[in-house]
């Protein structure tokens, strides 16, 4: 799992470690059930403090995209984790929104973008 | 006791890198000389020998060294106490090597033929029994009696205060037989003198004892005081 | 929660200056910054902390040890970085090894070896040869020998180029992955603190001036700028630091204020050094 900061951005560092950790699981870059680096292999290898790394990974385990399992560490929450898919189709709404939006804007009546949609979906 | 020995080899590393190579060319000289003059000469290396670790205090003040001895498991005291024992140690082995060459020397006999005149002070010496281990064990004394005081200076007035202290134990020394002359007519002086040659004459052993003895244990004192003051002192 | 280090109301005179109820403390496993104007009283700390200056008054916990008298065992656990050489500069790294080796009783020679190795230090080359950097990697080889639990480090990166300085951090980074290794840095490149501290202390003028974990402090303040006919006294007297310029007024301010502010005045992130400069100006006015 690759993790990568910008150090003068005005994200927080904790937020970079949460969004990039989130897409991969997301997009399905890692695996269910793979293992994270602990807290703080994490810190070292990004070096960061340890706190900030801990507090990622608590939120991360918060929404569900992580779980932690005691003496073992850290992993992708399987797919079929509750949260972890309320988190992804809370996502897809959130798409479909931004897609609506722009189908709108671009004069598209919605009768059209539906049928946009079935395209996307067929092919 | 370990703890100050590991000090006293520390001492010894440090010193051993910076003085050594000088101070043996210094001994080898001056106790060559001394086969040509007098068994007596060959042994005055001593008295250099415990100036030999005197840079170990300005090494300690210009590397800010008391910043090493505050992270390592070891007290004030101790590290005074074995500066102290470093300074006895060294003047110590200096002592054997030049008597071991005094002895030599009078068997090589170098000095009986080019200076007849100091032959026959040594023969009258001996007689008297002034011997070359007596001498070399008085002038042990004197040095462990000069660095006593002037190591406690060092460690009263701080460690770049070479040369004052120097001056000041020459002085405290010039001045106790000064005063010694003036209040009591040189008595104390002349006590002195009195228990040395007797305990000469009773036993060659008893005056290395007793000797030996006072050298070491002022050499002591002098550690024990340096401990307590930097004990308490202020950096 | 276990504290490696606990130092509570340390108070410490000297003539021209004097530490004042300083306490703070480190709990184990992480990294604490210490930064401060210079004079501010980290290094006076720290050598209090070693028992190398006498404390007035005040207790230091170390490992739950009291500092002056079990400062034995305590010393056995710590190591200490300092900003120059604290060896004698004539020496050789064998020297230095056979020297230090017999006061701990964890002391590694392998450990030492393979860092010396790692390092890329000479080992037959007088240390005063050294340079900066590699002067701080043979500390640090030092330091990582004995199996210390806690690595004290006083501005260790002061002179040293961002390279060095990055290869330090990468240090300190590994060394604290163990969860029962814990650090305490003091530096004035804050940027480096800025990533890797999980708390930091600011000294000023002797008192600690804040204490805390480094997220808080570094959300705690932004600097605000703009035309002093902008700004309401009350919001003026709250902030840190003020000062007026032709081209306008510069202070510093708690973020919870900024809801008060007026349009006009721009404000952003305050960083470590912002929060050392406004406090600094502060304690000028003060005077």
Redo the contacts between chains.
């Keep these: 799992m690759k993790i990568l900061l910008k150090n003068k951005s005005d994200v927080p560092i904790y937020e970079q470690i949460k969004e990039q950790i989130k897409s991969q699981v997301l997009e399905g870059k890692v695996q269910e059930n793979e293992q994270l680096p602990s807290i703080r292999q994490l810190a070292k290898e990004l070096k960061i403090s340890v706190i900030t790394t801990t507090r990622a990974y608590n939120e991360l385990s918060d929404e569900g995209f992580i779980i932690s399992v005691s003496g073992k560490g850290y992993f992708v929450a399987p797919k079929n984790n509750e949260l972890l898919r309320e988190r992804m189709i809370f996502e897809m709404e959130q798409a479909f929104e931004t897609a609506v939006e722009s189908g709108r804007n671009a004069g598209l009546k919605d009768e059209e973008i539906i049928e946009a949609l079935k395209g996307i979906m067929e092919g | 006791m370990s703890e100050i020995l590991k000090l006293v080899k520390m001492d010894l590393i440090i010193i051993k890198n910076k003085s050594v190579l000088p101070f043996v060319f210094f001994m080898s000289v001056y106790m060559f000389l001394g086969y040509i003059i007098s068994p007596y000469a060959v042994i005055s290396p001593v008295l250099f020998a415990g100036f030999m670790i005197q840079p170990l205090f300005s090494i300690d003040e210009q590397n800010d060294m008391s910043r090493l001895y505050g992270s390592l498991p070891v007290s004030r005291r101790n590290r005074a106490i074995a500066r102290f024992m470093s300074a006895g140690l060294i003047t110590a082995i200096a002592l054997v090597i030049s008597m071991i060459a005094a002895f030599h020397s009078v068997e090589v006999g170098w000095f009986k033929e080019l200076n007849p005149e100091l032959y026959e002070s040594y023969c009258i010496m001996q007689l008297e029994g002034i011997t070359i281990g007596i001498v070399a064990c008085f002038i042990y004394a004197v040095v462990c009696f000069i660095l006593g005081i002037q190591y406690t200076l060092l460690y009263l007035f701080g460690a770049s205060k070479e040369a004052f202290t120097m001056i000041a134990t020459f002085l405290i020394i010039l001045g106790f037989i000064i005063a010694d002359g003036l209040l009591f007519d040189g008595k104390t002086m002349d006590i002195f003198s009195n228990v040395l040659s007797r305990l000469m004459i009773k036993s060659e052993m008893l005056f290395y004892i007793v000797l030996y003895g006072a050298s070491v244990g002022f050499l002591l004192i002098c550690a024990l005081i340096s401990g307590l003051i930097m004990k308490k002192r202020e950096i | 929660m276990e504290y490696i280090m606990k130092i509570d109301n340390l108070c410490k005179s000297y003539k021209a200056f004097s530490l004042k109820n300083v306490s703070f403390s480190l709990p184990k ?3 604490m910054g210490f930064v401060g104007q210079n004079g501010s009283g980290k290094t006076t700390t720290i ?1 209090s902390m ?5 404390k007035d008054s005040g207790n230091i916990e170390l490992f739950g040890l009291d500092n002056v008298k079990d ?6 656990r ?3 970085v ?1 900003d ?9 790294i064998k ?1 230095i090894e ?3 080796k ?3 009783d964890k002391w590694d020679s392998e450990e030492f070896h393979r860092l010396i190795k790692k390092f890329k230090l000479h080992e037959n080359v007088k240390i005063g040869k050294f340079s900066k950097g590699m002067r701080m990697k043979l500390m640090i080889a030092v330091a990582l020998s004995h199996k210390a639990e806690l690595i004290i480090l006083d501005e260790p990166t002061s002179g040293l180029d961002p390279v060095a300085r990055d290869e330090l ?2 240090i300190l ?2 060394y ?4 029962n290794n814990s650090i305490l840095f003091s530096t004035h490149i804050t940027a480096d603190l800025e ?5 930091v202390t600011v000294l000023n003028d002797g008192e600690v001036w804040y204490t805390g ?3 808080e402090i570094m959300d705690k303040y932004v600097v605000i700028k703009g035309d002093e006919a902008d700004l309401p006294d009350e919001i003026m007297n709250k902030s840190i630091g003020y000062h007026n310029y032709r081209n306008g007024f510069e202070a510093m301010l708690e973020r919870e204020i900024v809801s008060d502010l007026p349009e006009e005045i721009e404000y952003e992130k305050a960083n470590l050094d912002d929060i050392l400069i406004y406090i600094a100006k502060e304690s000028a006015k003060n005077e």
């Design positions: 496993g992480y990294i050598r070693l028992g190398i200056a006498n400062y034995r065992e305590i010393k056995q710590i190591s200490v300092f120059s050489l604290c060896y004698p500069p004539h020496l050789k020297h056979s020297m230090l017999s006061f701990y951090l990468d980074t590994e604290i992955s163990d969860e990533r890797i501290a999980d708390y974990t480094k997220d």
